[in-house]
T-cell receptor, first 115, second 108 residues
Framework: ETGVTQTPRHLVMGMTNKKSLKCEQH?????MYWYKQSAKKPLELMFV???????ENNSVPSRFSPECPNSSHLFLHLHTLQPEDSALYLC??????????????FGEGSWLTVV | RKEVEQDPGPFNVPEGATVAFNCTYS??????FFWYRQDCRKEPKLLMS???SGNEDGRFTAQLNRASQYISLLIRDSKLSDSATYLC?????????FGPGTRLSVLP
């Protein structure tokens, strides 16, 4: 059981499609994150939102577009992706981005395959 | 140099063995420290926070050395179910920074 829910869990899309990944957290947190994890590789931070403001964009290509309408929801809009974008996309949340005693919690991830 | 470094392994140990992982961090402003566990094709999950005085949770012991800027995780009496990748995580006051992970395989 997780306080961070991601949908869909699996997504197959063509390179010309537009799709979105959704994340919802039920923990009352103020910071939300998108990470990418390619096969057998470390986590890569993509975006951070702290109190609904984007605070990190880790040089992510513009074909990935995040949206944070409120502190509980985070979206990742996808368009004209490449096959190398196929990966596990993980959403996470924490009380806020900084500060002592924070812990970060992950959703189960969305497996994306670009064909 | 990466901000959080770990030996990638793999560590292959027999059941019942004791195994230790180390992690080093470069940002002296780091405030909070954690070990996460990630199973194959799953999300990372918090294993334990790491406190300055050291802390233990069953077979797992975590230690922090602020002077040398390293964190350790000791697993005693390894079980097959301990096989996973162990991620060292540091909050540097601005962000959570993840190490690349150390892979552990416990063999029967």
């Amino acid at each position: 059981e997780t306080g961070v829910t991601q949908t869909p869990r699996h997504l197959v899309m063509g390179m010309t499609n537009k799709k979105s990944l959704k994340c919802e957290q039920h923990l009352g947190h103020n910071a939300m994150y998108w990470y990418k994890q390619s096969a057998k590789k470390p986590l890569e931070l993509m975006f951070v939102y702290n109190f609904k403001e984007q605070t990190e964009n880790n040089s992510v290509p513009s074909r990935f577009s995040p949206e944070c309408p409120n502190s509980s929801h985070l979206f990742l809009h996808l368009h004209t992706l490449q096959p190398e974008d196929s990966a596990l996309y993980l959403c996470a949340s924490s009380q806020d981005q900084t500060g002592r005693g924070n812990t970060i919690y992950f959703g189960e991830g969305s497996w994306l395959t670009v064909v | 140099r990466k901000e959080v470094e770990q030996d990638p392994g793999p560590f292959n140990v027999p059941e019942g063995a004791t195994v230790a992982f180390n992690c080093t961090y470069s940002n002296s402003a780091s405030q909070s420290f954690f070990w996460y566990r990630q199973d194959c094709r799953k999300e990372p999950k918090l294993l334990m926070s790491v406190y300055s005085s050291g802390n233990e949770d069953g077979r797992f012991t975590a230690q922090l050395n602020r002077a040398s800027q390293y964190i350790s995780l000791l697993i005693r009496d390894s079980k097959l179910s301990d096989s996973a990748t162990y991620l060292c995580v540091v909050n540097n006051g601005q962000n959570f920074v993840f190490g690349p992970g150390t892979r552990l395989s416990v063999l029967p």
